[in-house]
Every structure is written in structure tokens, then in C-alpha cells.
């Protein structure tokens, strides 16, 4: 039996395409894995197997982001959507503010979450302009003393991202990381916390990383539901419940796979060819529109119109047939979305590149 069969191009914003080799040694570890005679499903999350894999993913994620000391690396469940109710529940205290910048569809998710916990200053908000940039520093006024400061690294809906992270002024920094966690160099030393569901660039959906400086663990009180408290969490290294073992596998596999890859800059590179070789394409001739501002551009949601949306039915219906998946636009916005995260192959973005100037050619 052949290990693999045959794989299109899959677009899609998440869950997302995994790398082939992760696949691969998932499929011969499903069983048993060697010298342990099981299945990765199938052993306690307390066995000495799983701990060890569990530090393993934890130890390479710290270094491939260079990760301080002082941080601590959570694994969790509940998606970043559970992130949104967390972060205020431990980090905004009675009487205190916290700042949220509003870029997009799942950055104004947030903001409705933690109104239902604090008070909540909403600042740079590009929602009249569509969300198609992302807001100047002169847009943001901050709260003296907030709490922390939210933003939301990638806007997975509107395909924008931020290139220089806004000043926080003596607050945290916390963000919503999820579409763009490890796409490149990234300094973890300037956020208070940052969280992701793994779905789209760290494995499987199933699985939360929060990545959390240390003294902010203080401020969980302890009359906090517990498997919502950020220090009970952290104090047993994730392992307060039962939790995704085997999507912890395949986050750790994730991680193997961007290490061998030459870590965060090489990455890096990658994603920035891919996605010049889309915008490139997306301003050659006008035909096709990018959505987003180009200074605001997203390197990981690549959004774009056709001149007409029948066009976009026909481009995406053809698409699909030629074996490029998942480059409808999110419902609310409509147009088109190539989603490339790290594990996109840099041949499926020459296959779109190259089924777009054949579809313009003969609609144009
Ligand atoms: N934030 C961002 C930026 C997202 O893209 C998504 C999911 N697409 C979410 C939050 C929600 O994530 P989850 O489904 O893991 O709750």
C-alpha cells in the first residue's frame, strides 16, 4: 500500500494543510509508536511517553522563538475563540481598563468577550474602512494604566496584517497570534502574552498555545473556574485534565518539521516569496483586486475580488476542478482568499499564479 495518495492544493484558512512528512510519520506512528508498542492515542497523558513529547514540543517551540526564561508555554483546549473570555477573566482586575485595537472580524469577536467581563476602550479601529488596513500609531490612544493591550497579529478575515506592533506603552502586550503564529522571526519578548489555535499554522485544531510572562500569572485570581485560570494551568505544565494528546503530537511533529526547515527565518523567506509570487500576480493587470491596503498586506490570507461576483463563482467553481481547494472568501466578506500558511507549498502558489493568468486570459 502506498503511504501517500494523491493531494491537491488545499487553501483553506483552517484547520489548514499540514506538512506531508508530519502526515507521514503520524500514519506509521497511528498504531504503535515505535519502542512503545501503542498508539499515540492510546497512552495516559501521565505516562513518562507523553510527558516527554509534550517538553519535547514545549523545548522547541522556546527555541525556535528564542523564548525568554520568564515565559511559560501553555497548551490548552477551547480554541483561540476561548482566549477571548481567558484573557480578561485573568488579566483585567476590578476597576481597571483594557485596550483593544480593532482590525477585524475575530479582533471585534474579542472586544464583545471581554466587554462581558470588564471595561473595555476600543482604539484604532478600522471597521468604517472595511477593515482593510491596518490602523497609524496616531489612531491608537491608550488608556493610562490599562490593564493590557490587544491586537490581532493577522486578520484572517480581512487578509491584513501588522508589519510594526504598536507601542503599548508601559502595558502588555497581549495578541491574538492565530493565523500568524510562527510565519517568520518573531519577538515574543515584547508581548505580555499571545495566544493560537493551532489550526492553521502549528498542527491540528483541538489545541491552544498561550505563551505567557511569568508575573502576569499573579494576577489569576483564585476565585477563577479552574480550568479557565492561566496559574493553575501553567503550575501543572498543562496538564491540570486530560488533554489533546494527539494534537500535541502533531504540534510537536509541526515544529520538528519548521526546525529542519532552518527555524523562523528560513520560514520566513518561504512565506515571503509565496506571498509576492500572489500579490504580484493579484496588480498585474487589474483584472483581479487586492482587498487590503498594500502597506497592510497579509503574507498568510492573500484576499482578493474578480471584476464581477459571477466571475468569482466561475474562478472558484474552476479552481476547485483544477484541483486548487478552499479559495472562497470567508462568508461575510465574499471574494477570494488564498490562505498560505507555513505548510502551503510554494508549487501550489505557482499552480494558482498560473491558473489566474488562464482564467483572465479567456475572461478578460
Ligand atoms: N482569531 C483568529 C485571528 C482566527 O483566525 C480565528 C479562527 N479562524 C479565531 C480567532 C478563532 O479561533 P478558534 O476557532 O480556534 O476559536
Redesign the pocket.
Known amino acids: 500500500m502506498p503511504t501517500t495518495t494523491h493531494r491537491i492544493f488545499n487553501f483553506s484558512?483552517?484547520p489548514a494543510v499540514l506538512p506531508l512528512p508530519v502526515l507521514e510519520e503520524a500514519q506509521r506512528d497511528l498504531v504503535s509508536l515505535p519502542g512503545v508498542g501503542m498508539s499515540v492515542t492510546e497512552i495516559s497523558h501521565r505516562s513518562k511517553t507523553f510527558e516527554t513529547l509534550l517538553n519535547r514540543a514545549i523545548e522547541d517551540f522556546r527555541a525556535l522563538t528564542g523564548l525568554p526564561a520568564d515565559y511559560r508555554i501553555l497548551l490548552l483546549q477551547g480554541?483561540?475563540?476561548l482566549q477571548f473570555s481567558m484573557v480578561p477573566m485573568n488579566l483585567l482586575g476590578a476597576g481597571q481598563t483594557a485596550d483593544y485595537v480593532d482590525t477585524g472580524t475575530?479582533a471585534d469577536k474579542a472586544v464583545a468577550e471581554a466587554r462581558k467581563v470588564g471595561t473595555v476602550n476600543v482604539t484604532g479601529s478600522t471597521k468604517t474602512d472595511g477593515y482593510n488596513r491596518i490602523p497609524e500609531p496616531s489612531e491608537i490612544t491608550l488608556t493610562p494604566g490599562a490593564a493590557y493591550v490587544h491586537i490581532?497579529t493577522?486578520?484572517?478575515i480581512e487578509g491584513t496584517q501588522w508589519k510594526r506592533l504598536p507601542d503599548p506603552g508601559g502595558a502588555p502586550l497581549v495578541a491574538?497570534a492565530?493565523?500568524d503564529i510562527l510565519s517568520g522571526p518573531m519577538d515574543l519578548s515584547r508581548f505580555g502574552l499571545v495566544y493560537a489555535?493551532a489550526?492553521k499554522n502549528l498542527g491540528p485544531s483541538g489545541v491552544?498555545l498561550v505563551v505567557i510572562r511569568e508575573d502576569l500569572l499573579a494576577r489569576s485570581a483564585k476565585t477563577l473556574p479552574t480550568m479557565l485560570n492561566y496559574r493553575v494551568l501553567a503550575d501543572n505544565n498543562s496538564l491540570y485534565n486530560t488533554p489533546n494528546t494527539f494534537g500535541i503530537y502533531l504540534l510537536g511533529l509541526t515544529l520538528k518539521w519548521l526546525t529542519s526547515l532552518g527555524g523562523l527565518q528560513g520560514i520566513g523567506e518561504r512565506n515571503a516569496r509565496k506571498a509576492a509570487a500572489l500579490y504580484t500576480e493579484i496588480d498585474r493587470t487589474g483584472f483581479y483586486r487586492g482587498t487590503a491596503q498594500k502597506e497592510s498586506r497579509s503574507l498568510m490570507n492573500v484576499t482578493f475580488r474578480l471584476p464581477s461576483e459571477e466571475l468569482e463563482k466561475q474562478f472558484d467553481k474552476e479552481a476547485t476542478a483544477a484541483g486548487l481547494d478552499g479559495l472562497k472568501g470567508h462568508r461575510s466578506v465574499g471574494g477570494m482568499r488564498a490562505s498560505i500558511y507555513n505548510a502551503f507549498p510554494e508549487e501550489g502558489v505557482s499552480a494558482l499564479v498560473q491558473f489566474m493568468r488562464e482564467f483572465e486570459r479567456t475572461r478578460a
Open positions: 484558512a483552517g480554541g483561540a475563540s475575530w490581532t493577522n486578520n484572517t491574538d492565530s493565523s489555535g489550526q491552544t
